[in-house]
């Protein structure tokens, strides 16, 4: 290996930087420290000449021959080791210079090893080698405090040292007493543990200045981390901030939708009703028309009655049409009965239309289940004229009125109603001539002043994977058109959170469907199961 190559292989391992330091970084920390250990060993240096100037003052003030020839020999050579370290003061004016990390190790290697010589020559010369590995400890010492050596570093230079005091002190022992072979040896096994104690403190410096440098760096990348995600944060609270006005938009599209499907669900239950309507007017305005005309004939016979004899008393007149007074009469009643029949079919399909319903109050359940029943029926029967269904109501007598708001509970009855026949239909239209259609409407006592309803049929049933979500707003099992999905929705509110009741579904597949409705009495608290004696009735 030449010497140019064995040069660069000792700079590369023991001089140059390591991949660390290359970090730019890490180098203006050890760069800065290097500095700072350049101002330290430069203090030291002024302690030690002020140690210079001590020693020479007690040399001038000893007196006594002896004792100053002692105090002489012994201020020589302590001025000789002070004023080594004096020679650091240097340090201080480099430092203002604020030299690199590479001059400033050269800088300090290259005072410690002319300083290590000039301790050991001077010690030799003088032949007192008593204390020489102490002071070059010291000097050693030094160096692990200042600037930051690399570990490897450190070992070099304290074996280096230790080599420089083993070699001189064996070429200057020309077999004299200055000292013996095992003197030599312990000191030189001194000298290198003081070696391994230094590079290990220098390894520990060296690396806490590198773990430091590395928890900055965290908490400056930590720290921009922050910032860039406070930055993405407050995007991301913009966003939201945007979708949310965006989701309140839609939201009040969505209850304005809801809203008309709700009116149209309740429409399309008003256009059921108007073909109810129109077939139960049809027999009262018949009635009235009926007996109306009569009413014309009886007044046309009873003026010829009157007429016949004008010279009879009004009294014996009167008398003798009695009978025909009592027909007026009776066809009186018959027309006014029939015209309230119609009033009160026409109040009833407004109430049903109306956006807002009226106040809750006592309604008779019973007669309530008739007229939407035959009022369902017959416009059924308006739209499908050959579709005939078995009627069958069982309304307990026990069942009086009930609090509740009677235009939304005819809204429930008539949209149970209508999905039973509209189910009794979808049936029959596949199950052939042996199908019989029965619709079933039963009133039984639930509680106390309460009252249960449930509408059966036997028509197509729902199916399994549709029974969880009957009752959820826009599910419908009927085809596309045919439905807006809100009707059971809408009984079920009307039902559970309007009137405290219970609304619930029993169905087969193929089968059929049992609808219940239970309202409780006056105290508006669901009572749950009823007593046995209710059960066995319905039974």
């Known amino acids: 290996m030449s010497p140019s190559v064995r040069l660069r292989v000792l700079w590369e391992r023991y001089v140059a930087p390591t991949r660390a330091e290359r970090d730019p970084g890490f180098r203006a920390v050890l760069d800065s420290a290097s500095v700072l250990g350049m101002r330290v060993a430069g203090l030291f240096g ?11 003052g007690v040399t001038s003030i000893l007196g006594g021959d002896g004792m100053r020839g002692a105090t002489v020999q012994i201020t020589q050579a302590l001025s000789e080791k002070l004023f080594v370290y004096a020679v650091a003061t240097v340090f201080l004016v480099v430092a203002r210079f604020r030299p690199g990390l590479v001059l400033s190790r050269a800088l300090l290697a290259l005072y410690v090893v002319a300083g290590a010589a000039i301790l050991t020559s001077g010690d030799i010369a003088r032949g007192d080698l008593e204390f020489l590995a102490a002071w070059l400890s010291l000097l050693l010492l030094f160096t692990v405090g200042t600037v930051p050596f690399q570990p490897v570093q450190t070992l070099a230079l304290g074996l280096l040292i230790t080599v420089i005091h ?41 690396a806490g200045r590198q773990a430091q440098y590395r928890g900055t760096l ?33 939201l009040a599209r969505l209850e304005a939708a809801q809203a008309q499907l709700i009116q149209q669900e309740k429409m399309a239950s008003l256009g059921q009703l108007t073909a109810g309507v129109a077939h139960e007017l049809k027999n009262p305005l018949n009635f009235v028309n009926n007996f109306a005309q009569l009413l014309v004939e009886l007044l046309d016979d009873f003026e010829d009655e009157v007429r016949e004899d004008e010279a009879r008393p009004v009294g014996e007149a009167l008398a003798e049409s009695a009978d025909l007074l009592d027909d007026l009469r009776s066809n009186a009643v018959k027309i006014r009965e029939h015209g309230r029949r119609a009033d009160g079919i026409i109040r009833s399909m407004l109430a049903h239309s109306r956006s807002t319903p009226g106040p809750s109050r006592p309604a008779p359940v019973n007669s309530l289940l008739k007229e939407y029943v035959g009022l369902a029926y017959h416009g059924m029967r308006a739209e499908h004229s050959g579709f005939n269904v078995d009627l069958q109501t069982d309304l307990d007598p026990a069942v009086g009125e009930v609090e509740m708001v009677p235009e939304e509970m005819g809204r429930v009855f008539l949209n149970l ?3 039973a026949l509209q ?11 042996g199908f019989e259609p029965t619709l079933t409407v039963t009133s039984r006592p639930w509680g106390e002043g309460g009252v249960r309803v449930r509408i059966a049929d036997n028509g197509t049933g729902i199916p399994e994977e549709a029974r969880e979500r009957v009752f959820e707003p826009f599910f419908t099992t009927k085809p596309t058109g045919e439905g807006t999905g809100l009707g059971l929705s809408l009984a079920y509110e009307i039902v559970v959170h309007g009137h405290g009741g219970e609304l619930s579904v029993e169905t087969a597949e193929g089968e059929g469907t049992t609808f219940t409705v239970a309202l409780p009495g006056p105290d508006r608290a669901p009572v749950g199961q009823p007593d046995a004696s209710v059960a066995a009735s319905e039974g």
């Open 46 to 56: 002024i302690v030690a000449l002020l140690g210079v100037g001590v020693s020479a």
């Open 166 to 206: 083993t070699v001189t002190v064996a070429l200057a022992n020309d077999g004299a007493t200055m000292i013996d072979v095992g003197e030599a040896v312990r000191r030189m096994s001194y000298l290198v543990l003081v070696t391994f104690l230094c590079t290990a403190m220098s390894a520990a410096l060296y």
């Open 218 to 250: 965290r908490l400056s990348r930590l720290r921009d981390r922050l910032q860039v995600r406070g930055g993405q944060l407050e995007a991301r609270s913009g966003e939201l901030e945007a979708q949310q006005a965006e989701l309140e938009a839609s």
């Open 417 to 419: 109603l209508d999905n």
């Open 423 to 433: 189910a009794l239909r979808q049936r029959a239209a596949t199950a052939g001539d």
